[in-house]
């Protein structure tokens, strides 16, 4: 192993991983063919799933030049057509005559084989906005140029499939979290570890939630945490990780990489009295007590019992039953009704502080949601933090 790496360089949770980059070919070559095709991909995953990397990726690995925008960019029905001028150093033309110098640009995109992409499609709040970078996608592809549209799952994102003018021109290429597969190949690969050893490493991959940057974060602390120091030494990495105890080895990593993950306001509140629905407190199987919304989060992590998988949405009534797993025998339960009451106050309560207080908040991206008699948490992140955190364990009170 190369003497020059650290755990900070081999597991990467800035830009592109270069020690323990996986391509997920399968989604390459659904990109690149939908490309040739003639047709816009329209790339489409949970928040943190690796879609600007795998886009990233897939242009690298054929060459293709780009120009980048972003959504939180579009302020103004013109944004995308002003931007592209900007990093075409021809801005100073559009000023003066915004026409002429759009058809200069999309000369420019199909001459030069340049593919545009649009990330973060549904930061693009205003309603107008959104259809002026529909327009732009179709008049390029009118063209025979090439673009790619990335978003998380939200109504912005299904609007591209519904407008009329893209029908035929668009296809949405549908990226699944990571499996504990796939994400188990970043620790192999970072710890050169021997496949043997792949059960031990599994327990990072599991509580990832399906994320690779929050598994190259864990992977990173566990690294620095417990293995820096053999890192160079002969056969080091692969022969410690195989000899250690799966009970204890990650027992401090967990809470460690909480603490880069700051998600305690959020969590307050959600569970603060003003966003609960039951005013009374209810026990765990290990007696400590907490208030409905506490125990909500709790369940939907899969914090208890141990072994059950978590869920980054889940209908109401499987996690009526997963509370009620979490109870002491002899708790009073709360009823399906009082659970789904209780979710949709939490959520309310969310959406109507961050109305009031946040200039940038986005009803199309939040962090925890509610509809179809599903709760949702969208970001592995914040899934993490509830798991893990010592501040959550310690709002249960003894």
């Not at 009118?142 to 035929?168: A, C, H, M, W």
């Not at 190949?185 to 599994?202: C, D, H, M, P, Y």
């Not at 199309?364 to 599903?374: A, F, I, N």
């Amino acid at each position: 192993m190369d003497r020059a790496l650290t755990c900070e360089n081999i597991f990467s949770i800035r830009g592109e991983p270069t020690q323990t980059l996986i391509a997920r070919e399968k989604y390459i070559k659904q990109i690149i063919g939908t490309l040739r095709e003639g047709q816009i991909p329209c790339v489409v995953g949970m928040s943190k799933s690796g879609k600007t990397l795998l886009v990233r990726q897939t242009l690298f690995l054929f060459q293709i030049s780009s120009i980048w925008l972003f959504g939180s960019q579009m302020v103004h029905p013109d944004s995308v057509w002003r931007l592209l001028a900007q990093q075409m150093h021809i801005d100073e033309d559009f000023q003066r005559n915004p026409e002429q110098t759009q058809e200069k640009i999309l000369t420019r995109l199909v001459s030069e084989e340049i593919l545009l992409v649009i990330d973060d499609f549904h930061f693009i709040i205003n309603p107008e906005h959104r259809l002026a970078v529909l327009l732009a996608l179709k008049l390029v592809n009118e063209r025979s140029g090439k673009s790619v549209v990335i978003g998380v799952k939200s109504p912005q994102t299904r609007e591209i499939e519904y407008f009329n003018d893209l029908n035929g021109r668009i296809r949405s290429v549908i990226i699944d979290n990571w499996s504990i597969q796939e994400l188990s190949k970043i620790a192999l690969k970072g710890f050169n570890a021997r496949q043997s050893t792949v059960g031990r490493l599994e327990r990072l991959a599991y509580e990832s939630f399906g994320s690779p940057f929050l598994m190259q974060l864990l992977c990173q602390i566990f690294c620095k945490r417990k293995l820096e120091p053999f890192l160079h030494s002969e056969g080091g990495i692969a022969s410690l990780v195989e000899h250690s105890d799966p009970a204890t080895m990650f027992e401090d990593v967990f809470p460690s990489a909480t603490l880069s993950v700051q998600y305690g306001k959020l969590y307050s509140l959600l569970t603060e009295p003003s966003a609960c629905e039951v005013d009374r407190k209810f026990r765990r199987h290990d007696n400590r007590a907490g208030n409905l919304n506490q125990l909500i989060l709790y369940a939907a992590t899969g914090k208890y019992p141990l072994g059950a998988m978590p869920y980054s949405d889940i209908q109401t009534g499987r996690l009526w039953h997963r509370v009620r797993e979490c109870l002491a025998e002899d708790e009073m339960m709360p009823s399906q009704e009082e659970t789904e009451r209780a979710v949709k106050k939490m959520v309310g309560h969310y959406f109507e502080f961050y109305r009031e207080t946040s200039t940038t908040f986005s009803r199309h991206d939040p962090l925890v949601d509610y509809g179809e008699g599903k709760f949702y948490i969208r970001d592995p992140f914040l899934l993490f933090y509830i798991r893990h955190s010592p501040e959550v364990e310690e709002s249960f009170l003894g």
